[in-house]
C-alpha cells in the first residue's frame, strides 16, 4: 500500500488534492498524532516523536506502520497509562519487513500485541530520526508545466516533506487530528495544515486528515484576521519569499473574495486558516488549509477562478470531504464547475461563463477523439489533455447538466449538504447521487448513468426546418408550427435543449425542448414565419462538436491522427528556431508507435501534392514553397508584404514581427494547415519555445515575442439551418 497523491493540470498549472486509501480490513486506525519534530536543513535530517492514538480497540492484530526506510526508528513505547514525557514507559518490541527489493515500502510491525483495556483506545510513542533527501527534479514536458518531482526533501533551500515521504509512522485508511510542534533553524519558519497556536511553532489540525504535509524555509509572514459576512472568523496569511513579499496583499484580498463568494455556497469554512504559501520547486498543490505554489507561479498573479479560486473550492470538495480514487473522481469536476466556471456566473459576468462554457466542449471535442471516449466515472487523476477534457470538463458539466434537471433551489440545497454530511470522510459519486436525489425527491439513477457511466457525449445533427399549418387550426391568424428535424449520433441521450428561431434580422424566440431518441421532429408552434433555427444558442449541453466545425487552431493539428511538419530550406548563415521544434517534437513521440509519429517533411521534398492531415508549416514565402498551400487554404485572411504580413487585410511590418495561424483543410475536414512565420529568425527565438502554449487560437501575432494580437475565425459550434423552401 502506498499513500495516493493526486496531481493536476489546470490552465497549465497543477492542482493536486489528498485523496484516501482503500479502507482497511483490519479495525485499527490511527485518531490522532501527537507530532514533536526537529528540521536540521544544512544536514538533510529530522529528528522526532510521534504519539499515536489507536481505536477500533487495537487488537491482537498485527500493527504494521509505514515509515520511510530512510528514518531509523529509536523505540516504541506503549505510553497509554503515563503522562508526558513518559521516558520510563514500557518498550514495545517490533521489526521493519520488506527486507526483499529497495522500492517496497517497510513497514514497522509491532512483535506484541498491544490492547487497551476493554478494547479501548492505546497510545504509543515513536521515537526516530533520519535524513530525507530527494532534492526535486524537473520533469520535461514539451506542452505545460508539471510539478517538479520528489518524494520529499529537507535541505539549505527548503523542507517539503508530504504523505509520499512516510515521514511519521502511519496505518493505512486513517483519517486523523493532528498537533505538532516544529522546531527549525534560526529566520525559518515551518507552515503546515490547521493553524499555529500562541506559540508559532505549535500547530493544531482538529479537522480529520488523511495526511499531514509540512513545509519550511525563510519565509515572511504576513497575515490577517478577517471575518466573513457569516460571522466565521478566518485568519488569513501569505508565506512568501522575500522577493515576492511584496504581493502578500494581493493574495490577501483574493483569499477573502474567494472565500466569501463560496462559504454561502458551501458552508462554513472547514479550517480556521487559509494560507497561500510560497515553494523552493515548481508546484501548483492544495493542502487541507493552505496552498503551495511555486515561485513561477506566484510571481504570475495566480488569483483567478481557476487558479487560487479552484484551490480555495477545494478546501471544502477534496480536502474537506475526501474523494477515493478507487471509486472515481467526482471532487475535480464539481471543484472545476463551482471555481473556473460558475465563479463567473457568480459575479454576473454572463459573457465570460458562456465563454467558459464553450472552451468546455472546445476542450473535449479537441483532445478526446471518437472511440476514444470513457465514462466520467473512470477517470481518477490526470496523466494528459484527454484526461483533463473527461475528469475535469465532461465532469464540470454534469453538474450543470444536473442543476439544469434538478432546478437551482434543489441543486444548491443539495450542494451544501455534501459538505454538511461527508466533511472529514469520504464521499464517492454514488454519495451525491443519493444526496441530490433526496434534495430532488425523485428518481434521479437514469441520470447518473447517463452522465457519468456511459463513455462519451451527446452529438447532435440539426438537418432539418420546415413549416406546417398549424395543427387543429384554433383560430390564430398566421399561426404556423416549426417542424425541426434533430439526430442523435449513438446511443441518443435524454437532454434538453434550448431552439432559437430567428424571426426577423432583430427579434428571435427561444423554446426549450427535450430529446431522448435517435431521430426526432420537433414541432414547435409560432406565431409567425421564421427565417432559421439554431441549437443551444447559449451553450448549455455538454456535447461533442465535430472538429470540422470548430475554429481552426494550433491544438487541431496536435491532435490530428496524421501530422506532418513542413522545414523551410535550410540557410546556414541563420540561426535557425525551427530546428529546435523540430527536435522538440521529434523527442516527445520517441515512445510512439511510428505510425503516430509527425513526419518531416523539408521544403524542398514538397513539390507533389501535399499529405491528408494536418499540416505545420515553418517560414515564409521566400524559403518555404508549400506557403502557397496555406495562402490557398487562408483565402484573403492572409497576405504577405515586403516587410512582413496582413491578416484580415490589418498589416503588420518589421523585422520583429512574427505569426502564428491556422486554416481549414475544407478538403480534409477536421485537419487544419499552421503556418507558423517570423519577418526575421529573431522575431521567432521565443515564440518558438512558447509555441504550444497558443495552441488555442486561429491566429496570434507577436512583436518581439510578446502577442499584439489574437482572434478566431468562426467556429461552427451552435448549428444553424435556413427554412426549406420548396
Ligand atoms: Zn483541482
Known amino acids: 500500500m502506498h499513500r495516493l497523491i493526486r496531481f493536476s493540470l489546470l ?46 480497540g487495537a487488537s491482537d492484530q498485527e500493527l504494521a506502520f509505514s515509515l520511510a526506510p530512510a528514518l531509523q526508528l529509536d523505540r516504541v513505547q506503549d505510553v497509554t497509562h503515563c503522562q508526558d514525557p513518559c521516558e520510563s514507559a514500557p518498550e514495545v518490541a517490533f521489526e521493519r519487513d520488506g527486507s526483499t527489493g529497495q522500492s517496497e515500502p517497510r513497514r514497522v510491525i509491532l512483535k506484541q500485541p498491544v490492547t487497551g483495556q476493554g478494547g479501548g483506545v492505546v497510545r504509543l510513542k515513536f521515537s526516530y530520526h533520519g535524513v530525507i533527501d530527494d532534492p526535486p527534479r524537473d520533469p520535461r514536458h514539451l506542452r505545460f508545466v508539471t510539478p517538479s518531482e520528489t518524494s520529499g526533501h529537507i535541505g539549505p533551500e527548503g523542507v517539503y516533506l508530504s504523505s509520499e515521504s512516510q515521514w511519521y509512522p502511519d496505518l493505512d485508511g486513517s483519517l486523523a487530528t493532528y498537533d505538532v510542534t516544529i522546531s527549525v533553524p534560526e529566520g525559518w519558519t515551518a507552515v503546515t495544515q490547521g493553524a499555529p497556536q500562541s506559540d508559532p511553532a505549535h500547530w493544531v489540525v482538529p479537522t480529520k486528515s488523511e495526511a499531514l504535509t509540512v513545509v519550511a524555509n525563510r519565509f515572511v509572514v504576513k497575515s490577517r484576521s478577517w471575518t466573513a459576512k457569516s460571522g466565521q472568523s478566518i485568519r488569513l496569511a501569505t508565506y512568501l519569499f522575500p522577493d515576492e513579499a511584496s504581493l502578500a496583499d494581493e493574495y490577501l484580498d483574493a483569499s477573502a473574495r474567494y472565500l466569501e463568494a463560496y462559504i454561502p455556497l458551501l458552508g462554513p469554512y472547514p479550517f480556521s486558516q487559509f494560507a497561500v504559501v510560497e515553494n523552493f520547486f515548481s508546484s501548483g498543490l492544495g493542502m487541507p488549509s493552505f496552498t503551495l505554489l511555486g515561485s513561477g507561479v506566484i510571481k504570475r498573479h495566480y488569483t483567478q477562478p481557476y487558479a487560487l479560486g479552484h484551490e480555495i473550492v477545494h478546501s471544502w470538495i477534496g480536502n474537506g470531504v475526501f474523494n477515493r480514487m478507487s471509486h472515481g473522481n467526482w471532487v475535480e469536476g464539481l471543484t472545476t464547475y463551482l471555481s473556473n466556471y460558475y465563479y463567473h456566473e457568480l459575479v454576473g459576468d454572463e459573457m465570460q461563463a458562456r465563454e467558459q462554457r464553450r472552451l468546455m466542449l472546445m476542450g473535449y471535442s479537441v483532445y478526446v477523439r471518437p472511440g476514444d471516449e470513457y465514462p466520467v466515472k473512470q477517470f481518477a487523476q490526470k496523466r494528459d489533455e484527454k484526461d483533463n477534457a473527461i475528469g475535469y470538463q465532461q465532469a464540470a458539466m454534469v453538474f450543470h447538466a444536473l442543476r439544469q434537471e434538478v432546478g437551482e433551489a434543489v441543486f444548491w440545497r443539495a450542494l451544501k449538504q455534501i459538505p454538511e454530511q461527508y466533511l472529514g470522510a469520504v464521499a464517492d459519486w454514488s454519495d451525491l447521487e443519493r444526496t441530490f436525489q433526496e434534495a430532488a425527491g425523485r428518481d434521479l439513477r437514469w441520470f447518473f448513468a447517463q452522465w457519468i457511466e456511459r463513455a462519451g457525449a451527446p452529438d ?47 427579434r428571435t424566440h427561444r423554446v426549450r425542448i427535450q430529446l431522448s431518441k ?77 505510425a503516430e509519429r509527425t513526419t518531416v517533411r523539408q521544403a524542398e521534398e514538397s513539390a507533389g501534392p501535399m499529405p491528408a492531415g494536418s499540416l505545420l508549416v515553418l517560414g515564409g514565402p521566400g524559403e518555404n514553397s508549400p506557403v502557397t498551400e496555406v495562402l ?42 499552421t503556418l507558423l512565420y517570423g519577418v526575421t529568425p529573431q522575431a521567432l527565438t521565443r515564440v518558438a519555445r512558447l509555441l504550444f502554449f497558443y495552441g488555442w487560437q486561429s491566429y496570434v501575432v507577436f512583436h518581439e515575442g510578446a502577442v499584439v494580437a489574437r482572434g478566431d475565425w468562426e467556429d461552427r459550434m451552435i448549428a444553424e439551418v435556413r427554412i426549406e423552401t420548396r
Request: proline share 8%; with cysteine; aromatic share 4%.
Open 518 to 594: 435517435a431521430q426526432e421532429d420537433v414541432i414547435v408552434p409560432l406565431a409567425e414565419r421564421p427565417m432559421a433555427v439554431r441549437l443551444d444558442p447559449d451553450i448549455h449541453l455538454f456535447r461533442r462538436v465535430a472538429r470540422s466545425e470548430l475554429s481552426p487552431m494550433l491544438n487541431l493539428y496536435v491532435t490530428d491522427a496524421q501530422r506532418t511538419v513542413v522545414l523551410p530550406r535550410a540557410s546556414s548563415d541563420q540561426p535557425n528556431p525551427f530546428a529546435d521544434i523540430v527536435q522538440r517534437i521529434t523527442a516527445q513521440e520517441a515512445s510512439k508507435p511510428a
Open 460 to 506: 447532435l445533427v440539426l438537418s432539418g426546418l420546415r413549416l406546417q399549418p398549424l395543427h387543429g387550426n384554433s383560430g390564430q391568424a398566421n399561426a404556423i408550427e416549426a417542424v425541426v428535424h434533430i439526430a442523435q449520433q449513438g446511443l441518443p441521450y435524454r437532454i434538453p435543449v434550448e431552439l432559437e428561431f430567428i424571426l426577423t434580422e432583430e
Open 632 to 673: 490557398r487554404y487562408c483565402g484573403d485572411r492572409l497576405r504577405f508584404t515586403d516587410k512582413g504580413f496582413a491578416v484580415e487585410g490589418k498589416v503588420y511590418e518589421g523585422a520583429t514581427m512574427a505569426l502564428l495561424l491556422s486554416c481549414r483543410r475544407d478538403d480534409h475536414p477536421g485537419s487544419v494547415v
Open 11 to 56: 490552465a497549465g498549472c497543477l492542482v493536486p488534492a489528498l485523496a484516501v486509501a482503500e479502507p482497511v480490513s483490519h479495525p485499527s486506525t490511527i485518531e490522532h498524532h501527537q507530532l514533536t519534530l526537529e528540521l536540521l536543513p544544512d544536514s538533510h535530517q529530522l529528528i522526532a516523536t510521534d504519539r499515536v492514538t489507536l481505536s477500533g
